[in-house]
């Protein structure tokens, strides 16, 4: 059996399903919404959360953070990450850290379950919207970084801008003051052009 890698519409294991792509792996992908409590996910993760890695010897990994760099791995040398000890693989490694836990973690989850920050559902809204001008500053720190470069890290695409195209698409519906994110913008388009893009979405429905 090949490795499986389960995902959801719309869910941030867009960017692992994009590697895959990317790179043509023999991994099959698994959808696998956790909102159906009949999804294989909730007997692969005990989290029930998407991305889940299934290898062929019956180890899960999970965690995009370990799942983006383990694929690269099936491709040795590919230009989508770094040899180990190179600058450039702190890099990307680097940038994969600030996405999981500043734009997602710290951001997307507290604008988007507020109930798991505050019991109370009144102070709901204020949690919302105090987490939304959190977000707004982290994202404007990718977005500077982006001024005079097409890609994160290095002149090329990496596993790094296979997750952060997740998050373009999520801030471009968060509503107007994120909306004139320059670099943001520009890249969004640059990301939904690639084939491999293309094909993971149209696969995803
Ligand atoms: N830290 C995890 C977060 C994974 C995560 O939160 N996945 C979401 C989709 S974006 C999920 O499966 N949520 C379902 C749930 O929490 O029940 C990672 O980066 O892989």
Redesign the pocket.
């Given at each position: 059996m090949p490795h499986q890698l389960f995902v959801?519409p719309g869910?941030?294991?867009l960017g692992a399903h994009v590697v895959v792509r990317e790179l043509d792996l023999p991994v099959e992908i698994v959808l696998s919404p956790?909102r159906d409590p009949a999804s294989r996910i909730h007997s692969v993760n005990p989290l029930?959360?998407?991305?889940a890695l299934l290898l062929d010897d019956g180890t899960v990994i999970?965690?995009?953070?370990a799942i983006l760099p383990f694929l690269a791995d099936l491709a040795p040398g590919t230009p989508l990450f770094a040899p180990a000890g190179s600058a450039e693989r702190g890099l990307i490694q680097s940038w994969i850290g600030y996405l999981?836990a500043e734009i997602?973690?710290g951001g997307f989850r507290q604008v988007n379950r507020p109930e798991r920050y505050a019991e109370d559902p009144a102070s709901h809204d204020g949690v919302r919207a105090q987490s939304k001008r959190t977000l707004h500053a982290a994202v404007a720190h990718i977005d500077r970084h982006l001024a005079g470069r097409q890609w994160l890290v290095g002149e090329r695409f990496t596993i790094a801008d296979a997750y952060l195209g997740v998050f373009v698409r999520w801030i471009a519906r968060l509503g107007p003051e994120f909306a004139a994110f320059e670099q943001l913008n520009r890249f969004r388009e640059a990301y939904l052009a690639r084939p491999a893009v293309q094909a993971a979405l149209a696969a995803e429905g």
């Amino acid at each position: 059996m090949p490795h499986q890698l389960f995902v959801s519409p719309g869910a941030c294991s867009l960017g692992a399903h994009v590697v895959v792509r990317e790179l043509d792996l023999p991994v099959e992908i698994v959808l696998s919404p956790p909102r159906d409590p009949a999804s294989r996910i909730h007997s692969v993760n005990p989290l029930g959360r998407v991305p889940a890695l299934l290898l062929d010897d019956g180890t899960v990994i999970t965690e995009n953070s370990a799942i983006l760099p383990f694929l690269a791995d099936l491709a040795p040398g590919t230009p989508l990450f770094a040899p180990a000890g190179s600058a450039e693989r702190g890099l990307i490694q680097s940038w994969i850290g600030y996405l999981s836990a500043e734009i997602h973690a710290g951001g997307f989850r507290q604008v988007n379950r507020p109930e798991r920050y505050a019991e109370d559902p009144a102070s709901h809204d204020g949690v919302r919207a105090q987490s939304k001008r959190t977000l707004h500053a982290a994202v404007a720190h990718i977005d500077r970084h982006l001024a005079g470069r097409q890609w994160l890290v290095g002149e090329r695409f990496t596993i790094a801008d296979a997750y952060l195209g997740v998050f373009v698409r999520w801030i471009a519906r968060l509503g107007p003051e994120f909306a004139a994110f320059e670099q943001l913008n520009r890249f969004r388009e640059a990301y939904l052009a690639r084939p491999a893009v293309q094909a993971a979405l149209a696969a995803e429905g």
